[in-house]
């Protein structure tokens, strides 16, 4: 019964046209709402249909989505909500996106998957524009080869695999890699290992051997850690998204690609989170001298908009050491994704769109800025670059509060270490959800801190 219900309710509210109705809000008719309660339709139906039969991974608020436009999105309360999450910076082009949804359309009626036991059309075309436009963007400039698989986790798990086999290449021991703290690459064993992070490691511990960690502020802690003979490859996000959106100085990467040469240590970049048109070119590194580019570079997230892909690009010299066999996948470089892949790279590779990404960075940092001067004492500063934006809260005022009201008035954000409130929406919201969010933002942070008086 339950289950028709919550059915029929998302039929009717994804085709009844209501709620894609645009509310305009401004601080005046902003209505807080608690989330759902353990009654409603939305309370019932998790507890009774979901929560039971889902293994605990996530702790999640009473809130069922059902679909969205754009960069808004509706629940299962018919409540309407602004998106600064994109899925944790996936749905690059929003949701419900119509040409993609023609595009899967397309794809789905010819070939969605055959295996890697063949060739098939998309991915060859994706592997091949990913190398070619990698290049026309100013990044990776040995850039050569892909491996197509199904998330980011997986292309790290590629990435470190490769750096291991090259390692072994030169000689049997080199085999350790380098992290560094508050970096998060994804929870498959070998990514884990890499993502020190006690939370996430101690209950899985032990961890594939010979990890090593080091510090993005200090190039000694290095220095000290990485050996030509024990080395294989460092591994870094330019910009660290889940460990508090902090951007790696252009010196610090400059003077850690010079270890890893003086080291034959291949750099690895994890631009899962911070890539794919993100910081308003293709990748975040695109901006640096050519001497500071990876041999390795791991992408996923908003290369599918929502549907699962990953990606590990490649120089000549790493492909170098791989042979037949040495990895593979069944789903990797299916046709439908690797098609959905090749359109979303076209789109976020188009000037117009990321002169759009700057414009729209602009417009958040000026507001945001505006945030951090009118609460000072509660806010430290925006961090980050392009839309991958952070605010800072000191210690009085806490991330997780501040996103929680901001739902309850119609804006979804998300946290991030260091008690940074993360913002990561659509590369294309419209401009004027771009303010609605922040006054959104602005008013939920001033109710926190007067219900903490
Ligand atoms: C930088 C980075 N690397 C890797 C991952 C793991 O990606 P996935 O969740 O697709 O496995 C994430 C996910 O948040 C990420 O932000």
């Known amino acids: 019964m339950l289950r028709q219900l919550a059915t029929r309710q998302v039929r009717l509210t994804s085709k009844g046209g209501v709620s894609f109705a645009r509310n305009i809000r401004h601080i005046s008719n902003i209505v807080s709402q608690k989330d759902a ?91 091949n524009k990913l190398v070619s436009k990698t290049k026309e963007s100013g990044g990776m400039k040995d850039a050569q080869r892909v491996f197509l698989c199904n998330s980011g986790t997986e292309a790290n798990e590629a990435a470190l695999k490769f750096a291991r086999k090259y390692g072994k290449s ?61 080395t294989c490859a460092v591994i870094i996000e330019p910009i660290q998204g889940e460990g508090g959106i902090n951007v790696v100085s252009e010196k610090f990467l400059t003077e850690l690609r010079k270890l890893c040469d003086d080291n034959e240590v291949l750099l690895i970049f994890d631009e899962i989170q911070c890539g794919l048109g993100r910081t308003g070119k293709l990748w975040a590194h695109s901006n640096l001298e050519q001497a500071v580019h990876p041999d390795i570079l791991t992408m996923a997230k908003a290369l599918g908009n929502g549907f699962p892909i990953g990606a590990t690009m490649i120089t000549e010299k790493v492909e170098n050491s791989l042979a037949v066999g040495d990895h593979g996948t069944t789903y990797g470089g299916n046709a439908l994704g690797a098609r959905i892949g090749s359109f979303v790279v076209d789109k976020i590779t188009d000037e117009t769109f990321s002169e759009g990404v700057n414009e729209k960075s602009a417009i958040f940092v000026s507001l945001l800025s505006k945030i951090v001067e009118k609460y000072p004492d509660h806010v430290e500063s925006v961090k980050g ?42 590369l294309n919201i419209p401009n004027d959800l771009i303010r609605e969010g922040v006054e959104i933002l602005d008013f939920s942070i001033k109710q926190v801190i007067e219900e903490s008086k």
């Open 385 to 426: 670059k392009g839309l991958l934006l952070g605010l800072q809260f000191k210690d009085n005022l806490t991330n997780s509060a501040v996103v929680d009201k901001c739902r309850e008035n119609g804006l979804l954000a998300i946290t991030a270490a260091l008690n940074v409130l993360r913002i990561v929406p659509a």
């Open 170 to 230: 030169i000689n049997e021991n080199k085999i350790e890699i380098i992290t560094f703290n508050n970096s998060f690459h994804g929870r498959s064993m070998g990514a884990l290992s890499v993502t020190p992070n006690p939370k996430y490691q101690a209950p899985f511990a032990p961890l594939i051997p010979g990890v090593q960690v080091a510090d993005t502020a200090d190039i000694e802690s290095v220095k000290s850690l990485i050996h030509k003979d024990k």
């Open 37 to 127: 309660s353990e009654d409603s339709q939305t309370g019932k139906f998790i507890n009774t249909l979901n929560k039971p039969y889902s293994v605990t991974t996530y702790a999640r608020p009473n809130l069922v989505l059902t679909h969205g436009k754009g960069s808004l999105l509706y629940d299962l309360e018919n409540r309407q909500y602004v998106d600064f999450t994109s899925g944790i910076a996936v749905t690059c082009l929003g949701h419900a996106n119509k040409e993609l949804a023609e595009i899967i359309h397309d794809q789905s009626t010819k070939l969605l998957h055959c295996s890697n036991l063949y060739y098939n059309l998309p991915a060859g075309e994706l592997a």
